[in-house]
């Protein structure tokens, strides 16, 4: 399984700022939309992140509030990004190495959608929930054995 799978399941829809928006603004997009990133973009680069980890960080440091600052101050500027070809597999090592609970995908420099943490766990939940239904459905139909049958007749 690849990202470009999760992408069609979840679709396209994207969130993005501009490192300038204030760090207030962006946290209040995130809590009305219920979204736990936004892809910072500027003049169609990608050139940070900004989770609620780095949203917590300025808030520890501002003595409980946002502050004065804008994004840019505080977002990753090198954030851990895939490929929409990259295999489940890689993603998984990846964030789990890094730490990263966002992902933002990648095809050369275009970005083409953002894959969470969750989104990666879900889809290997659905991936063993159908491996197990068809393991249990080829059990179900198991051949009989020739001798079992033979030795009951």
């Known amino acids: 399984m690849k990202v470009t799978d999760i992408l069609r399941v979840k679709g396209n829809t994207l969130y993005t700022v501009r490192p300038d928006l204030p760090l207030a603004d962006a946290a209040r997009t995130m809590a009305e939309l219920d979204i736990g990133s936004l892809v910072v973009m500027e003049q169609g680069e990608l050139v940070g992140m900004l989770t609620f980890r780095e949203i917590i960080k300025a808030i520890a440091a501002n003595g409980g509030s946002c ?87």
């Open 67 to 153: 502050g004065q600052g804008e994004v840019g101050a505080v977002m990753d500027r090198q954030p851990m990004t895939c490929a929409p070809e990259t295999e489940m597999d890689e993603v998984r090592r990846l964030m789990l190495e890094s730490h990263a609970r966002y992902l933002p995908v990648m095809a050369k420099r275009d970005l083409m959608g953002v894959i969470s943490f969750y989104d990666v766990a879900k889809t290997v939940v659905e991936a063993q929930d159908f491996e197990n239904r068809m393991l249990k459905a080829y059990i179900r139909d198991w051949p009989e054995d020739e001798s079992a049958r033979a030795s009951a007749g």
